[in-house]
Nanobody
Framework: QVQLVESGGGLVQPGGSLRLSCAASRSIFSINAMGWYRQAPGKERELVAAITDTGSVNSADSVKGRFTISRGNAKNTVDLQMNSLKPEDTAVYYC??????????????WGQGTQVTVSS
């Protein structure tokens, strides 16, 4: 069964830091890109940051200079280091993978989501 296992969410004060981690199951043997989306209450899901298998990064303007995305040595993991957090960063963060399993076409995979709350 394909799984994306997320960890690292929680409550943090404004200006603080959190690190999100996501590990994709090995059954996704070909990964083209990994990243993080977020969805705040009453808003649409939006891209936070993504990184391709060649290392290219795409990130939202609102997080540039504060958030850093990286892939682990195992290539099936992706981390999001979030610094200088703001209340407007409060959302459910979803791990995303674009890849394929053996016998299937490439498609999007999603994690279950982890809550990030920035509040004093």
């Amino acid at each position: 069964q394909v799984q994306l296992v997320e960890s690292g969410g929680g409550l943090v004060q404004p200006g603080g830091s959190l690190r999100l981690s996501c590990a994709a199951s090995r059954s996704i043997f070909s990964i083209n890109a990994m990243g993080w989306y977020r969805q705040a209450p009453g808003k649409e899901r939006e891209l936070v940051a993504a990184i391709t298998d060649t290392g290219s990064v795409n990130s939202a303007d609102s997080v540039k200079g504060r958030f850093t995305i990286s892939r682990g040595n195992a290539k099936n993991t992706v981390d999001l280091q979030m610094n200088s957090l703001k209340p407007e960063d409060t959302a459910v963060y979803y791990c995303w993978v674009y890849g394929r399993e053996l016998g299937y076409a490439r498609h999007d995979y999603w994690g279950q989501g982890t809550q990030v709350t920035v509040s004093s």
